[in-house]
């Protein structure tokens, strides 16, 4: 039984394996000490369970992150990625046009800027 809390620095250089024995290990340390609670045992126990309970969140947000740069390395040259690795954003700016879809311009119009541009006007400042 480990009864110390787990540090995120030394998870991120385990692997895939040990992590999820690592996870397996304090879930069932937390068990016992859910059981030794019940059954009457002293008040140190309800710290070590907090530290367990947030131990085993380190170990899952390590094979979380894991897990989603492995996707996001898959998923790199493909065409379309899964709605959970795109980025949040706003729904408005989630829907509105894309800057070449804004940038397009019709040939009536482009017609209508060739002929027809801009004037330019030189005003005098007045000092």
């Known amino acids: 039984m480990s009864t110390s809390k787990v540090k995120a620095g ?20 937390l068990g016992q000490l859910r059981v030794q609670k019940i059954s009457g045992g002293n008040a140190s ?6 530290d367990l309970r947030k131990s085993i969140a380190r170990v899952l947000t390590v094979i979380n992150a894991n897990q989603r740069s492995q996707l996001r390395i898959f998923y790199q040259k493909k065409k379309y990625l899964p709605l959970d690795l795109r ?41």
Do not use: C, M
Request: hydrophobic share 25%; proline share 3%; charged share 40%.
């Open 87 to 127: 980025p949040k954003q706003t729904r408005a700016i989630r829907r509105r046009l894309t800057k070449h879809e804004a940038s397009r311009v019709t040939e009536k119009q482009r017609k209508k800027n060739t002929h027809f541009p801009q004037r330019k006007y030189a005003v005098k400042a007045e000092i």
């Open 10 to 29: 030394q998870l991120w250089g385990k692997n895939k394996e040990d992590l999820k024995k690592q996870l397996v290990d304090l879930k069932t340390e």
């Open 45 to 50: 126990k309800l710290t070590k369970i907090h």
